[in-house]
């Protein structure tokens, strides 16, 4: 199949402004399907509510539009009811760490087959430019007029920590490492989370004054280097980008599935 077959396209142009990056995260996420030689009926998509989440009524696949911050609770259901399908979850900053944040934790706990996509903007776009969990200390924003006094999560360290068996962060700059990462994300066996920085330039740009999103693609070049580069040694603000997980674990569904036939064995 090629990359057109697994788009809706009588529903563009999309939605999303100018220069958002949640549109090469589609573009990549499209590629890396189209790479793994995935058949649009055995892929489903769920999301919940925002800028990201709009991504799944773009895709040909299996997909459903849910309650905000939900979107893993509903994707736990789909797959343990169909384990062959293969799930993807993008997320912006709420669905995932916001409301969403509790499912978030305990999806990568169980450790449960299926891709998240946490697509970071450091800002809730859809509903006005308020501040995040992801947005950084002294960022700006109309819930924070002066300035950000939380400071943000990060999301590698807090995935890993939360039992994650893939962990990876890119941006929207680096299309390659970003489609080659998603394809990696959903080939693995067990609970997937790659962050995604992607600009917004209609209100985190403009709020925080870093210029539009060509200004940000260039920080996303300049301040990200690969895990292990020397100048992190360097430069400690840098940001760091790569796999940082990739380990075997039991994974929840084949679990629940011996489970029951261990049980079925024993009733006999």
């Not at 969990?133 to 300035?147: F, I, Q, V």
């Not at 939360?162 to 394809?183: M, P």
């Not at 920085?197 to 539009?212: E, I, M």
Request: with cysteine; aromatic share 8%.
């Amino acid at each position: 199949m090629a990359v057109k077959d697994y788009i809706r396209q009588r529903f563009f142009p999309h939605m999303w402004c100018p220069g958002c990056g949640h549109g090469t995260i589609l573009n990549a996420l499209l590629r890396a399907v189209e790479t793994l030689g995935l058949k649009k009926q055995d892929i489903v998509m769920v999301s919940g509510i925002g800028c990201s989440a709009r991504i799944s009524g773009y895709v040909d696949f299996h997909s459903m539009h849910t309650l905000h911050g939900r979107a893993l609770a509903f994707a736990t259901g789909v797959k343990m009811s169909k384990p062959e399908l293969n799930v993807i979850v993008p997320m912006g900053d709420g669905d995932a760490l916001a409301i969403g944040g509790n499912h978030f934790i305990h999806a990568a706990r169980r450790n449960i087959e299926m891709t998240a996509i946490v697509m970071n903007n450091r800002i809730y776009g859809m509903t006005g430019g308020q501040f995040s969990p992801l947005s950084a200390h002294g960022s700006m924003g109309t819930t924070a007029p002066y300035g950000n006094i939380d400071h943000d999560f990060d999301v590698v360290e807090l995935a890993t920590a939360a039992g994650a068996t893939f962990v990876a962060r890119t941006t929207t700059y680096h299309v390659h490492e970003l489609s080659d990462f998603i394809a990696q994300a959903i080939s693995h066996k067990g609970f997937s989370v790659l962050e995604v920085l992607s600009q917004c330039p209609t209100h985190y740009g403009r709020r925080n004054r870093v210029g539009g999103a060509v200004d940000i693609l260039k920080t996303y070049k300049n301040n990200t280097v690969r895990i292990g580069s020397d100048k992190k040694q360097e430069n400690p603000d840098l940001i760091e980008r790569g796999v940082f997980v990739k380990k075997e674990l039991s994974e929840y569904c084949r679990e629940y599935d011996r489970l029951i036939a261990r049980e079925h064995r024993e009733a006999e």
